[in-house]
C-alpha cells in the first residue's frame, strides 16, 4: 500500500504515548492521577444538560442539521456583545466548529497553498502546528519565552519572514504557558498583519478561565481586527460541555465565508440537540462562569502551593486550566523528568516539548482533579525531593 507522504510530517501524539505508558502502570496494580490532558471535569450546568437529554429524544432532531440554526447565530452574536462588547453580523460572521480543534485542523486549508508560510507560536497546542502542515505549509516559530513573559515579540520576526508569511496563529490566554496578553499587544498584532498583508487566527478559548482579578479580552474588540482575521471560541471550558465539540469562527467575512464553504463540503453541521444545548449554556447566568473559575483557583492553589511547599518551585498561573512548571534541576529532559514522575510517584503530566523546541525544560500539568486529589498530588511528588 501507498501513502499520502504528508503523514511523513506526523508522528505518534504525545497523548497516545502518554496512554499507553500510563496503561503499562495500571496493569501494573498503581492507581495513577492523570494531570495530562486538559480534559475538563467541571459538568456543564444541569439546565443545559437536561435541554440536551430532551432534545435528543424528539427524533425530528435525528435529520441532519446542514447548517446553523438562526438562533444558535443570534444567541452567538448577543453572546459576544455582552461579554466583549463586539459586534458580530450573524448572518455572516460567524461560523460554528466542531470545537475549536476541528476548526484548527481546517482553516489553513481555506487560506494555504502548498509552500506558504505560516507563522505559529513555540511553545504551542500541538494542532497550531499540526494544520497548517496538512494544508501542505511551511513554518515559521516564533518564541514565546520566560524572559518576556511568554508573549510573541513581533518585532523579532525577520522582516523577510513576515512579508511572506500569509498566515499566523496566535492565542491568549495561552495554552500552555498561561500567558495573558497585555491590550497593547492586539494592537501591535493588529497594525503587523495589515502591513503584511497576514491573516490572523486568534484562538480564545481560556478568555473566561482568568484569575485574580484579571480579564480575558477577545482579539476582535480591538480596532481593526475584523479587516485582519478571525477568533476561535470554545464552550468547551467556559460551559463544561467539551465533548460535545461546540466552538464558532468569528469575524472577518470573507474568512468565515470561506470556512463555511469548506464545511459544507465535508460535514453536515452540529447535532440539532447539542445547537440547543449551546444556546441553554450561552444564556446561563454569570454565576455559572464564577463557579467554574472559583474552582479552577481553588484547584490551581492546592496544586501549586503544595508543590512549592514539597520543593519544586513554580509561578502560579493567572489563566487557563493548567500549570506551566520548570523541570527541576538534576531531572533531565522534559520527557525523562515525565517518565522519572510516573515512576517515582504515579503522576502523569505532560513534557514540554510536546508543545515546541522552546517547551523543552518545562512540563504542563492539567487542573482536571478535585482539590482533595491535587494535595495528594504535593504528597507523593515530596517523595522525590526528599
Known amino acids: 500500500m501507498n501513502f499520502a507522504k504528508r503523514m511523513n510530517n506526523f508522528g505518534e ?33 444541569p439546565h443545559v444538560m437536561k435541554v440536551l437529554s430532551d432534545e435528543a429524544l424528539k427524533p425530528e432532531n435525528y435529520v441532519y442539521a446542514i447548517t446553523d440554526t438562526k438562533d444558535l447565530l443570534n444567541e452567538v452574536s448577543q453572546w459576544y456583545q455582552r461579554r466583549y462588547g463586539v459586534d458580530i453580523d450573524p448572518d455572516t460572521e460567524i461560523c460554528s466548529l466542531w470545537g475549536s480543534q476541528e ?8 487560506i494555504i497553498d502548498e509552500g506558504d508560510l505560516t507563522l505559529v507560536p513555540d511553545p504551542c497546542y500541538p494542532i497550531f502546528a499540526d494544520g497548517a502542515k496538512l ?8 518564541p514565546q519565552l520566560k524572559e518576556n513573559d511568554y508573549i510573541i515579540q513581533l518585532d523579532d520576526i525577520p522582516r523577510e519572514v513576515a512579508t511572506r508569511a500569509k498566515f499566523m496563529v496566535v492565542s491568549y490566554p495561552n495554552n500552555p504557558t498561561t500567558a495573558i496578553a497585555p491590550p497593547e499587544f492586539y ?14 487566527l486568534h484562538d480564545n478559548a481560556y478568555s473566561e478561565l482568568v484569575f485574580d482579578g484579571a480579564r480575558g479580552f477577545s482579539f476582535l474588540s480591538f480596532d481593526g481586527a475584523k479587516d485582519v482575521g478571525v477568533e476561535f471560541n470554545s464552550l468547551s471550558k467556559t460551559y463544561g460541555i467539551a465533548g460535545a465539540r461546540v466552538g464558532f469562527c468569528l469575524g472577518n467575512r ?21 445547537q440547543r444545548a449551546a444556546i441553554a449554556a450561552l444564556q446561563s447566568p454569570q454565576e455559572v462562569i464564577d463557579k467554574t473559575r472559583a474552582a479552577y483557583i481553588e484547584r490551581r492553589d492546592a496544586l501549586v502551593d503544595g508543590l512549592c511547599a514539597a520543593g519544586w518551585q513554580m509561578d502560579k498561573p493567572k489563566a487557563t486550566m493548567f500549570v506551566w512548571a520548570p523541570v527541576p534541576k538534576n531531572f533531565g529532559t522534559s520527557e525523562e523528568f515525565v517518565t522519572y514522575l510516573l515512576d517515582k510517584t504515579n503522576v502523569m503530566v505532560t513534557p514540554g516539548s510536546a508543545f515546541g523546541v522552546r517547551g523543552e525544560g518545562f512540563v504542563r500539568m492539567a487542573l482536571v482533579q478535585t482539590s482533595d486529589v ?10 522525590i525531593f526528599k
Do not use: C, W
Not at 501524539?13 to 495500571?26: C, P, Q, Y
Not at 494592537?187 to 490572523?200: C, G, P, S, W, Y
Not at 470573507?254 to 447539542?274: E, Q, T
Open 374 to 383: 491535587m494535595r495528594q498530588v504535593a504528597e507523593h511528588v515530596k517523595l
Open 13 to 45: 501524539g504525545v497523548f497516545a504515548r502518554l496512554a499507553a505508558m500510563k496503561r503499562e502502570k495500571i496493569s501494573s496494580g498503581a492507581q495513577v492521577i492523570d494531570l495530562s490532558i486538559g480534559a475538563p471535569n467541571i459538568p456543564p450546568p
Open 103 to 110: 476548526g484548527l485542523s481546517h482553516i489553513a486549508l481555506t
Open 187 to 200: 494592537e501591535r498584532l493588529i497594525d503587523f498583519a495589515k502591513r503584511n498583508d497576514i491573516i490572523v
Open 135 to 142: 494544508a501542505g505549509s511551511q513554518l515559521y516559530f516564533m
Open 254 to 274: 470573507d474568512v468565515v465565508s470561506r470556512v463555511k464553504l469548506l464545511k459544507s463540503n465535508i460535514d453536515y453541521g452540529l447535532f440539532l440537540p447539542i
